[in-house]
T-cell receptor, first 114, second 113 residues
Framework: GESVGLHLPTLSVQEGDNSIINCAYS??????FIWYKQESGKGPQFIID?????DKRQGQRVTVLLNKTVKHLSLQIAATQPGDSAVYFC?????????????FGPGTRLSVLP | DSGVTQTPKHLITATGQRVTLRCSPR?????VYWYQQSLDQGLQFLIQ???????AKGNILERFSAQQFPDLHSELNLSSLELGDSALYFC????????????FGSGTRLTVV
């Protein structure tokens, strides 16, 4: 069936460096994607989203890139800080008349080294 | 505060027992979703309700059931609990098509001993 997956289960970066977290999706009809951040013991929190008619979207220190040709999504975090340590999930969102149907990737754990 | 309220935050119970987890969605949201997250695992979709009716089912065990009440709060019932049911259980809510937003609660940590 359709799936969303992540290339790297863990990522360690030095504080101040940039981080890149990758995600692959298989549903070519997907038209909306969200990145979530989950800190230990907490629920996932929305970071940034992107629609399929865009290839790049920027937020505060974060950028999401979408490559529809290879069905690849990435999250870039600039100047990574200790507070960025968390698990990051990408989600592929389908829609029907009753709400939204999310498919989550397995997650990538980001560890920020001092 | 995300607007999605889950209670209790922590629950410890013995094998074979039954527990009920409660979720109040964000104001105005009609859809409620339940997810299970085991240690260092991803989010496993269990079930979705929309305005009181079941809309989608994921990997939910027969020992588990859920419902959404007229006031839109939802309960997840877990019975004949096993050690492997220990996990974080998240509820999320969303609005209707065109109103993107998928908000998670802070979860209930269930420990089965």
């Amino acid at each position: 069936g359709e799936s969303v997956g992540l290339h790297l289960p863990t990522l360690s970066v030095q504080e101040g460096d940039n981080s890149i977290i990758n995600c692959a999706y298989s549903n070519s009809a997907s038209d909306y994607f969200i990145w979530y951040k989950q800190e230990s013991g907490k629920g996932p929190q929305f970071i940034i989203d992107i629609r399929s008619n865009m290839d790049k979207r920027q937020g505060q220190r974060v950028t999401v890139l979408l490559n529809k040709t290879v069905k690849h999504l990435s999250l870039q975090i600039a100047a990574t800080q200790p507070g960025d340590s968390a698990v990051y999930f990408c989600a592929d969102i389908g829609r029907d008349n009753y709400g939204q149907n999310f498919v989550f990737g397995p997650g990538t754990r980001l560890s920020v080294l001092p | 505060d995300s607007g999605v309220t889950q209670t209790p935050k922590h629950l410890i119970t013995a094998t074979g027992q039954r527990v009920t987890l409660r979720c109040s969605p964000r104001s105005g949201d009609l859809s409620v979703y339940w997810y299970q997250q085991s240690l260092d695992q991803g989010l496993q979709f269990l079930i979705q309700y929309y305005n009181g009716e079941e809309r989608a089912k994921g990997n939910i065990l027969e020992r588990f059931s859920a419902q959404q009440f007229p006031d839109l709060h939802s309960e997840l019932n877990l019975s004949s609990l096993e050690l492997g049911d220990s996990a974080l259980y998240f509820c999320a809510s969303s609005g209707v098509v065109g109103n993107y937003g998928y908000t998670f609660g802070s979860g209930t940590r269930l420990t089965v001993v």
